[in-house]
Structure formats: C-alpha cells, structure tokens
C-alpha cells in the first residue's frame, strides 16, 4: 500500500518545485524567528533571498548537535513556548542533552510520515503492533506510536524492558509487527526460546527496526529467529524522530520523506556536496518544521543517495542503508574501520553468535583492538585446539577481509551485556574512559 500517492509518486520535476519553494520559504523562516541562524546567514554575508536553485542549498551554513547544545534549552526554537505541544530530546549522558519542540502541525505531520513508513513496510490496518521501544525523551516509541494509529493498526504500548512479560503478551494478544532496535529484538528472541516458546507459531510476521545501525547480516538473523520480514527505517531526534526515511517491499534503500527533507551527502572532509551514488555524510534541511527548523543539519551518518526509480512505483529518492557513523569511525593501526563492517565478519561465521563486544585500547602510540564474541555452543569452550581454531579463523577473516588485526575472546553464550534500547557495543578506552 502506497499511502500518500499524490507526494510519494510525485514526478521529479514537480517534487524539486516543491522542494524549492519550501526550501526558500523555511530559509526565511529561520531567518527571522531564530537568532542563531540570523547571525550565522549574517555572518557569510548571506541573505534568504539569495536562494534561488536547490543547488544554492550548499551556500547555506550548516548546524551541528554542538549548535544545539549551545542553545540549549530553547535557544533554536522558532515559535514562543505557548505554541509549543511537545517536548523530545536525547538522553544527555554526554553533556547537555539535545531539545527538540513541536508544534500541534509538527505532531500531525510526524504521526502522517510515520504511517507512510510503516504502510511501506508493508504494515496495515489490520495489524496488532507491539511497541518494544522506551518511553519518554526518546522519539522512537511515540513516533511509531502515533504513526501505526494514525495508520489504523492496533497498537501496544509495552515499551522496552520486562521482556517475558513481552513474549507473554505477543502471544496472548497475537502481535503482528513488533517495533524496537534490531539488538533487543535479537535479545526478545533469545528469552523468548528459554522460555520454551516456538516463534515460529506466533502470528508474528513484521518487524519495523530502527534507532540504531544494522547490517544485512543481523537483519538475516532477526528473520530466521522470528520467521519475519524485517524492515528498517530511518530518523533521528533533532530532525523530527522516525519517518525521515523507511524501506518499501523491495528492501534496496530507505525512501526519503523529499517533500518534508532536502537530503544532500557531503565530503566529511572537505564539506563539498558529492554526486549521488558516492558515499559520504547525510545533511538534512527541514522544510516544514514549525517548531525547530534545521538549516544542513550534519547528521554524521555514512550513506548514499539511490536516484534510481524503484520498482515499487515510489519517485522518492532512497538513501542507502548507514555504513556507519563519522564520529564511531575506529582508526586502527592505521585502518579505517566501521563497527559495521566487523559486525558483518562475525556475522558471517556459523560458530559464533550475534551478541559482540569491541574493546579499543591505546598501547603506546598504536590503537589495539579485542573483541569479545559470544559461540554458539558453549560445548567448543570445552575443546582448547577446536577454540584456539576459531579464534584463528575470526582473525583471518578480520585481516582478509578488513586489514586489521584484533585480539579475539570467545565466551559463553549469554556472557555478553543485553541492552533493552540502543545496543553499546564498541567499548573506546583510548581517552582513558569507558
């Protein structure tokens, strides 16, 4: 099901129309209603009006998370408080957490694009939903809330955590989709095993995943633990929360919301825009944001922009699915490398299960690497030269296929840390803290 026809098959020339007089318009928006962003178009000598193209987009300044700690706590809002309905933010364990507003259009226009993702996963109205995200701050839960309702699915608020009780409920209320980050459904569906349940009986048969990165490996593995379609979508709390982007049917890159986000990839480096289909930086412009508009807010998330028409009938671009993150980026011994990319390694040998942990250490002037990975069969523990044989063929592998050399502790299965949210799972000590 397509569910906003008119915008998601929109022709290309009427959708950068589009784009364009909303891009103009939200320039002058933020212009006038937010004094960050008079001083920043002042400061290079920039006026609204001088936007003229959508390629004039690359002559805007960009704004980072740091902008808006700066600002904090209301600092980027456009709108006086009394227009103000709701209140997100991040959770602030690094500094001063990031704050977001939204105005009653704000809410309306987040529950519509949240229901376009989820009707592109391939969910309907005669699902039963499961919500397995937490509460609060966090816009993932309320988002998919609100989107699935709006929507005409049946929704559970059962947020994160008590996760036999979670298993429990699935059952008795025969939940069809279940929403979460792709590690905790991983964790539901190990519990969901001790508990002596076959999941393959369950009505079970969608999975809207997102919050955190994933690779195809761990999606392969959610779908032979649950027997579901996993799909995975994309957003983040300063832009508005889940429905920036969402997978179709198709599964080959998240189709963009463009007429509510003007999407460019830049050089992390050099900060110049890049063509489509080359790797780099997400930035992302709100275009019709009341609360707090984002002029080229710098999103850190490794990507591409797929242009190419997808065979579901969507004229929506797509971006690729996130390579990683430019600040998660691991430099070892010289070796660029994505915690992704090693996921997909361990994802790939059979003796060892999906739960990892990535150590970084400093040893003098050289950065070392040790990763803690769970066996499946905790009976290989029992066989030193069978375990110092795996550890020689993750290693290999490691150095085949990512050049990098790593330290490799093989565990029993359920040693490793569960996270009923965002999973943790690189470990940097280089600057002396966990």
Known sequence: MIWSPKEECMPRGSMETLQLDRLKRIVQYAYDRVPFYKKAFDDIGLKPSDIRTLKDVSRLPFTTKG???DNYPYGMFAVPMKQIVRLHGSSGTTGKPTVVGYT???IDTWAELVARVAAEAGATDDDVAQIAFGYGLFTGAFGLHYGLERLGAAVIPMSSGNTERQIALMQDFST???VGTPSYALYMAEVARNMGVDTEKLPLRLGLFGAEGSTEAMREELQKRWHIVATEN???SEIMGPGVAGECEYREGMHIAEDHFLVEIIDPVTEQPVDYGNVGELVITTLTKEGVPLIRYRTHDITSIIADKCACGRTLYRIAKIKGRTDDMLIIKGVNVFPSQIETVLMNIEEVGPHYEIIVRKKGFMDELEINIE???AKLLEHFSELEALERKIKHHLKSNLLID?????????TLKRFEGKARRVIDLRGGQS
């Open 104 to 106: 009653r259009n704000d």
């Open 406 to 414: 790593a330290k490799v502790n093989l565990v029993e299965p359920q």
């Open 176 to 178: 069809t989709v279940l």
């Open 67 to 69: 902008d808006l700690r």
């Open 234 to 236: 994309y957003g983040l």
């Open 375 to 377: 066996v499946v069969d």
